[in-house]
């Protein structure tokens, strides 16, 4: 069904609009990787369209990575499979309110320092 001429359509998502938000909180991110190749045997649904990896200053060589899907459902499938590997991804795998963003940040982080990261993708 196509929308009333007078719906504005929601701003489209880019990875950079959100590690711009991360930046806008205060958080100094180093080694920004945008949709690097990932490993052909990797269980990771490929259910994204956009995805980057960064370090957090805070870590120094460690961060987060971050993925952009075109609809929830797409996200989903990313949230429960970071769910299912909490003992090896950590307890910080957030999704914004669109449900088209998922991050996955480092178990090295505190649990304040993740909030960070959360609380900026509340926006979209």
Not at 45 to 66: E, M, V
Not at 74 to 101: E, K, N, R, W
Request: aromatic content about 10%.
């Amino acid at each position: 069904t196509p929308l009333p001429t007078n719906t504005p359509m929601p701003p489209a998502i880019s990875i950079n609009s959100v590690l711009n938000e991360f930046t806008a909180a205060g958080i100094q991110l180093n080694d920004i990787s945008l949709n690097p190749p990932l490993d052909a045997n990797s269980p990771l649904p490929r259910s994204f369209n956009q995805h980057a990896f960064w370090n957090d200053a805070l870590l120094g060589d460690k961060g987060g990575q971050i993925f952009i899907c075109n609809e929830p459902a797409h996200c989903q499938a990313l949230s429960a499979y970071f769910t299912a590997l909490v003992a090896l991804a950590g307890p910080y795998t957030y999704t914004s309110p669109s449900g088209l963003i998922v991050i996955q940040l480092n178990s090295a982080f505190t649990p304040e320092q993740a909030e960070r990261y959360k609380a900026a993708i509340q926006k979209f």
